[in-house]
């Protein structure tokens, strides 16, 4: 069964750039034509889109963070990236990766990872 | 930007109770439309796709219906897992986005 699973640093100054991994396990990134997101959700509000990324390399940022945003994939590590530089409070949130489906762009999410706490504060 | 209204914010309903939430889109994005429910600390989790499509392993109390840009969730009983915050979403076109989501709460 496909599980994601998000790592990297909890704690992020102002200014300095936020870098997350999603590992994908029980399955492979590079199979079935799915895409790879990343979203995330501010303590007690609701949940934002940050962007995705194929197997192929092919990405696709939402405009509000396109210039902060990079998402990239390791197929040999069967993982995939996020960066998000220039960092400020307003980037405190859970940060999820997640599956998205086939279609482009994906209609939904089926398979999430558990979610990791980022805190930006000096 | 599609914007994604749902209503209530907030619904307080009893074990057993029939349960409707709704998500209005700002344009037209055809079936393209997905409901999560999310519990408190964890990742949300698909139960509809495609405005009325179960996903697998769902309950069938759930079910999803379109008018239009208009979207229905709705628990036909609810029962005590379903304490939960429920969120549309949006999958016609860039950028994918969500509607504020909707807490089911007991009475």
């Known amino acids: 069964q496909l599980q994601l699973q998000e790592s990297g640093s909890g704690l992020v100054k102002p200014s300095q750039t936020l870098s997350l991994t999603c590992a994908v396990s029980g399955g492979s990134i590079s199979s079935g034509g799915y895409s790879w997101s990343w979203i995330r959700q501010p303590p007690g509000k609701g949940l934002e889109w940050i962007g995705y990324?194929?197997?192929?390399?092919?990405?696709y940022y939402n405009p509000s963070l396109k210039s902060r945003v990079t998402i990239s994939v390791d197929r040999s590590k069967n993982q995939f990236s996020l960066k998000l530089s220039s960092v400020t409070a307003a980037d405190t949130a859970v940060y999820y990766c997640a599956r998205g489906t086939v279609k482009r762009p994906p209609d939904a999410f089926d398979i999430w990872g558990q979610g990791t706490m980022v805190t930006v504060s000096s | 930007d599609i914007q994604m209204t749902q209503s209530p914010s907030s619904v307080s309903a009893s074990v057993g109770d029939r349960v409707t939430i709704t998500c209005r889109a700002s344009q037209d994005i055809s079936t393209w439309l997905a409901w999560y429910q999310q519990k408190p600390g964890k990742a949300p989790k698909l139960l509809i796709y495609?405005?009325?499509s179960l996903q697998s392993g769902v309950p069938s109390r759930f079910s999803g219906s379109r008018s239009g840009t208009d979207f229905s969730l709705t628990i036909s009983s609810l029962q005590p897992e379903d304490f939960a915050t429920y969120y549309c979403?949006?999958?016609?076109?860039?950028?994918?986005?969500f509607g504020g989501g909707t807490k089911v709460e007991i009475k």
């Open positions: 990324i194929y197997h192929s390399g092919s990405t």
């Open positions: 979403q949006q999958g016609n076109s860039f950028p994918l986005t």
């Open positions: 495609a405005a009325s």
